[in-house]
Structures are given as structure tokens and as C-alpha cells.
């Protein structure tokens, strides 16, 4: 008789760390419908004892599978995962075998925007405090290889993907920060996306969530923090209170007053985990690459890589954060859409902006929702969007790349974009100006 076998459905990052957890304690199948996954290649040769599944013989590894573990990048409707409910094979994620294998103490962050910064300045504060823990999840290292045995703790960013897949992930501390529209390719209304977030609150003991926005609330009683509805936690007249204690927001080396926020939704994370907070580690945090973050300042203009606002609500975020209400940004965006829709921009657009630059597959659809509102132009790349850009800056204004759309039409990734528009700035700090091209109004 055959002995069954735990299936990893995916050969990326997270797959390839199931692998590297499981290797030598069961017998492994894996199977991804790309030709050439990622991590293919590691797999046979690391792991040689791994079978690899292919699409004809799927249904015979089912048959032999006592589990499928789901990467997050595979949609819970794929083929693969129905036929697996189908034959009634349990379906399982790299999470879960983390949560069962994690004997520390777990905090988990999500939201829609600004979680990856939320998670970094919650690691950094509990290494403030003495705490030795493993960072990331979602966010750069796979939640399995974080795994040790001289670890304090963990703290993990959490997207719809990894909790859409979990039954009671059972952390120490879970926060929502906030729901947007996003990923309505993946989920068929907002609805479903934000019940996918909250269920990071499922088992948990203390919780964070956002005041302002309905939809991060949790759904049973738990204790928690309810940010800018507690008035011991919250932002009033350009301060932070933070458990009481007041913080100049200007204090903050973070830019834009969303991520004052993130800042304060860290802090209470941290508050309750029972960690003292550190508040000169909170204030000298300077962000994460591609959120936010101030590549440079020429002739009197800043320039910011926002290259992670990857929805509309990101975007928003950004607008809001990063804008006077005297028209003192230049917004570079557009890109791939992911069915969303552009109308929540027009009111921060108006506001905030003085020029639109638009590039990408759906820039059209862009200049359909805001072109009546604000000067647009159509670029072909990068480079065209910093000279237009800069021909459009005053001094004292703010280039803003915040693209409120995913990548993939241009870029592997929403870094690579942000690492071109910085060496397109870099250009310009050094007085190697791209040619300022004719742009035709959309």
C-alpha cells in the first residue's frame, strides 16, 4: 500500500518553504499549473526525493493525498483546489503549519494598506524592548522559515490570501488597520474581501482595529483597541496619544499623516503584547522602500516612491497623507486596474493635485474617471512621467508616484517600478534631466 502524501500546490517562495519544513517527515508531492514555477529548479535539486505532479496524473495524487497545503497565490476556486474538496483531501496553508509549529507567542497584522509598514515597526519595537522576533509572513521571509528556537516571538503581515485559507489562526494579537477596495479579480464584492481580513480575529486574544472604518471592527467581543475611537489612543491636533502620552506627529521621521497612523496602530500593537514602548524607536523609524518614502528633494521639489499603492485605496491614503489641500502634488499613476474603480479619487484628486501624469495599460480608464477633474497627460514610460512631472512641479510641491494599480503590465513587481522612478529622480538630482517629451493632453 501506497503511503500517503501531503500535496504543496504552488512552487513559489512560500511553496518552496512548506517543502524545506516538511522535507524528511513525510512523503511530498508538489504541483503547480505553470510551466516553469520559480522554484522548480531548487526543488529538484534540494529535494530530489519530491515527486512532482503533473496536470494529467493530478487526480492519481489525489488519491494518495492525506492534505494539500495552498499556496497564497493559488485562488481558493482554482481547479486544483475544488477537485482537492472535491475527493474530500483536507486543505491547509503554510500558516497553519506554522501556527501548530510556532510554541512563541504570535501577532499578526493585515489591512488593505500599510500593513508591511505596520509589521516592520512592530518588529523593530520589540527589538527595542529586548525581544528576539521573526518578522514576516506576506512580508518578505515565509512565516515556516522564521521558525527557531531561541525566538521570543513572531510577528507576521497577513493578507486576504493566507486568512481566506485559515479556520482559527489563534494569535496573541491581531489587527485589521483598514479595508479598501483591492484584489476584486480575486473576491466578487468588498464584502467578502474585508470578512476574508477579519478573520484574523478568530481565536484571538487582543485586537486592534480602526475606529474610522466599520468594516475592521471585529465581528465577536474581544478585548481590544479601537484606534482614534479610544481617546487614549488616537490623533488629536497634530499628536499622537499613545496610551496617554502625547507625541508630536512633525516628531515622526515616517511621511504623511497615514502613516501617523500606522505609527500609532504599531504602538498599541506592541502596548499589547505587554512590551514597554520605545518611543525614540517609534519616532526614528524612516518606513519601508516603495510606501511613502522620500527618494529625493530637486530644486525645492520632493519626490516620493509610492510604488506599493497598488490599489485605489492606497493611493487615496497617499493623497490624503501627503497633500496641503493647495493643490501641491503631481500624481504619477496608472498601470493594471484589477477591475477596480477610479471615482473615490476624484474629491482627493481635486484637492490635492494640480497635474496627473498616467501611464500603463489602463490609463485610459484613469482619464476616463479623473481627466475632467485635473490636467492629464499620457506618457509612455517612466522617464516620460519624471520629465513631465518635473516640468509640471513648482518649488515646495511633492512628485508623487502612487500608481493605484498593480505592476504587472510594466514591471515584474511593484518594486522594480519604484527602483526606476528613483533612478529617473536620480537623474534629475544630478543634472542628467530626461528630455521633457511632447505629451498630448488625454
Known amino acids: 500500500m501506497t503511503e500517503s502524501a501531503t500535496i504543496i500546490l504552488g512552487l513559489g517562495a512560500t511553496g518552496y518553504s512548506c517543502i524545506r519544513h516538511l522535507a524528511g517527515r513525510e512523503r511530498l508531492l508538489a504541483f503547480d499549473t505553470r510551466e516553469t514555477p520559480p522554484f522548480l529548479d531548487a526543488v529538484r535539486s534540494d529535494y530530489p526525493d519530491v515527486d512532482i505532479v503533473d496536470a494529467?496524473?493530478?487526480?492519481d495524487a489525489l488519491g494518495e493525498a492525506s492534505r494539500v497545503v495552498v499556496s497564497p497565490g493559488v485562488a481558493m476556486d482554482h481547479e486544483a483546489v475544488v477537485s482537492a474538496k472535491a475527493a474530500n483531501v483536507p486543505v491547509t496553508s503554510d500558516i497553519e503549519l506554522f501556527l501548530s509549529a510556532a510554541h512563541r507567542p504570535v501577532v499578526g497584522v493585515t489591512g488593505t494598506n500599510g500593513k508591511?509598514?505596520?509589521a516592520t515597526l512592530v518588529g523593530k519595537l520589540f527589538a527595542a524592548g529586548g525581544r528576539n522576533v521573526g518578522v514576516g509572513g506576506n512580508l518578505g521571509t515565509p512565516a515556516l522559515d522564521l521558525l527557531g528556537e531561541d525566538m521570543d516571538g513572531y510577528v507576521l503581515e497577513l493578507s486576504s490570501f493566507q486568512l481566506e485559507r485559515l479556520d482559527r489562526p489563534r494569535l496573541a494579537v491581531g489587527a485589521?488597520?483598514?479595508?479598501?477596495?483591492?484584489?476584486?479579480?480575486?473576491?466578487?464584492?468588498l464584502a467578502s474581501y474585508a470578512k476574508a481580513k477579519r478573520r484574523i480575529f478568530r481565536g484571538?486574544?487582543?485586537a486592534v482595529y480602526n475606529a474610522d472604518d466599520p468594516r475592521t471592527r471585529p465581528d465577536d467581543p474581544v478585548p481590544a483597541i479601537a484606534l482614534n475611537g479610544d481617546p487614549g489612543w488616537c490623533i488629536e491636533d497634530e499628536e499622537l496619544v499613545i496610551g496617554g502620552r502625547r507625541v508630536k506627529a512633525e516628531a515622526l521621521a515616517l511621511n504623511g499623516r497615514h502613516?501617523?497612523?500606522?505609527?500609532?496602530?504599531?504602538?498599541?500593537?506592541?502596548h499589547l503584547a505587554e512590551v514597554e514602548i520605545d518611543i525614540g524607536a517609534l519616532v526614528g523609524f524612516r518606513g519601508l522602500p516603495h510606501r511613502s518614502y522620500l527618494v529625493a528633494e530637486v530644486d525645492g521639489v520632493s519626490y516620493v516612491d509610492d510604488s506599493k499603492a497598488t490599489n485605489v485605496g492606497a493611493c487615496l491614503a497617499a493623497l490624503d497623507g501627503l497633500g496641503t489641500g493647495e493643490k501641491n502634488l503631481v500624481l504619477i499613476a496608472g498601470g493594471d486596474a484589477k477591475?477596480?474603480?477610479?471615482?473615490?479619487?476624484?474629491?482627493?484628486?481635486?484637492r490635492h493635485v494640480s497635474r496627473l501624469v498616467l501611464i500603463?495599460?489602463?490609463?485610459?480608464?484613469?482619464?476616463a474617471a479623473l481627466g475632467n477633474v485635473v490636467p492629464a497627460v499620457r506618457v509612455d514610460d517612466m522617464s516620460e512621467a519624471v520629465a513631465a512631472a518635473h516640468d509640471a512641479a513648482g518649488s515646495g510641491d511633492t512628485v508623487l508616484l502612487s500608481p493605484a494599480c498593480a505592476s504587472f503590465d510594466m514591471y515584474a513587481d511593484f518594486s522594480e517600478r519604484g527602483e526606476d522612478f528613483a533612478a529617473q529622480v536620480q537623474r534629475?538630482?544630478?543634472?542628467?534631466?530626461?528630455?521633457?517629451?511632447e505629451v498630448s493632453p488625454s
Request: glycine share 4%.
Open 360 to 367: 500603463g495599460r489602463d490609463a485610459d480608464k484613469i482619464d
Open 428 to 437: 534629475l538630482e544630478h543634472g542628467q534631466c530626461p528630455a521633457s517629451t
Open 56 to 59: 494529467a496524473s493530478w487526480p
Open 339 to 350: 477591475g477596480a474603480s477610479f471615482d473615490a479619487l476624484r474629491d482627493p484628486v481635486r
Open 259 to 270: 502613516n501617523q497612523f500606522n505609527a500609532l496602530a504599531a504602538a498599541a500593537i506592541v
Open 176 to 189: 485589521v488597520l483598514n479595508v479598501s477596495a483591492d484584489h476584486l479579480d480575486r473576491y466578487p464584492d
Open 204 to 206: 484571538v486574544q487582543r
Open 116 to 118: 508591511s509598514t505596520v
